[in-house]
């Protein structure tokens, strides 16, 4: 699935990266913590998350996250969004549906968890 | 070994920790570093430098590079760690709810740095503050 049929499935607001929506989503993962995120996440993937702050960002850019769809209506700050454009060529998404709907649709359609590590696997 | 970049860490300063993580990125690329070597550096990397922001005053982080390794140090004065073995416990955290609303403090980053490094040493002095050494293979 392309990150466009993911815009028009979660009904999304595409904040930042128009010309990346042809680009191919194998992966997903959903967490608000990035603490989470930095420690179990595998591989590239679509971050779906209700965090917004500017180290959403930094997170994406060490990762290289391919998207982030934020849920629950929340929007990035101005100053977050021009970090991302000056750092990331990522789509930004925002979308009013919950963390819980929007992995729901996702997953439904074939996009798979990405591989991570468990937590507790030191 | 040789230094081939150092950084200054403040306390509290959340908007502009990771800024060194993208130079160290450029700079690993350019000498020809694999991108998943990179991805372990920049992530353990990133995590040191977030603890001193969150826990400590004030802070440097360097890194080495020679043949076969990168190191990358990160030194800082601060309240110290008390019981080491304990902090690198996944899910012990002192973390402020400052740093919890920005979506951290899971007490996740020292054990994380252990999963992404090769070696690790950690020392630290309560109430001076803590030295965490990171060596990564990358032949
Ligand atoms: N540089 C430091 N100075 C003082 N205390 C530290 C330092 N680094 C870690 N600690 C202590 O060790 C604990 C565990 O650190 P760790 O990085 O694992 O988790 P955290 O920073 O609390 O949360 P997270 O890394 O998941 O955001 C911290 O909560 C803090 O008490
Ligand atoms: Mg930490």
């Known amino acids: 699935m392309k990150v466009k049929e993911v815009v028009e499935l979660i ?112 | 070994m040789e230094k081939i970049l150092d950084f200054k860490i403040k306390g509290r300063d959340f908007i502009n920790a990771g800024e060194s993580t993208s130079k160290m990125k450029n700079y690993f690329k350019k000498i020809g570093i694999s991108s998943k070597i990179i991805k372990r550096i920049l992530v353990a990397s990133y995590e040191a430098e977030l603890n001193v922001v969150a826990h400590a005053d004030s802070g440097v982080m360097e890194i080495f590079v020679d043949e076969d390794k990168i ?4 030194e800082d004065e601060g309240p110290g760690i008390e019981d080491i073995d304990r902090a690198m416990q996944e899910g012990f955290s002192t973390a402020s709810d400052e740093v919890r609303e920005m979506g951290f403090g899971a007490g996740m980053g020292l054990p994380n740095i252990k999963r992404n ?5 950690i020392e630290s002095e309560v109430n001076k503050g803590t030295r965490v050494k990171m060596v990564f293979n990358v032949s």
């Open chain 2, 71 to 74: 190191v990358v140090t990160v």
């Open chain 2, 117 to 121: 490094s090769d070696d690790l040493e």
């Open chain 1, 11 to 122: 009904d999304g607001e595409v904040l930042l990266g128009d010309e990346k929506l042809n680009v191919e989503v194998p992966a997903a993962y959903s967490a608000d913590l990035l603490s989470d995120v930095l420690a179990l996440t595998e591989e590239d993937t679509l971050l779906i998350t209700g965090t917004v702050s500017l180290q959403v960002i930094r997170v994406a850019e060490i990762l290289g996250i391919i998207g982030i769809i934020f849920v629950r209506g929340k929007k990035p700050q101005d100053n977050v969004i021009q970090v991302a454009q000056k750092r990331l060529d990522i789509p930004l998404i925002v979308t009013k549906k919950t963390m819980f709907e929007t992995s729901g649709l996702l997953y439904q359609k074939g996009i798979r968890p990405c591989k991570n590590r468990s937590a507790r696997e030191v």
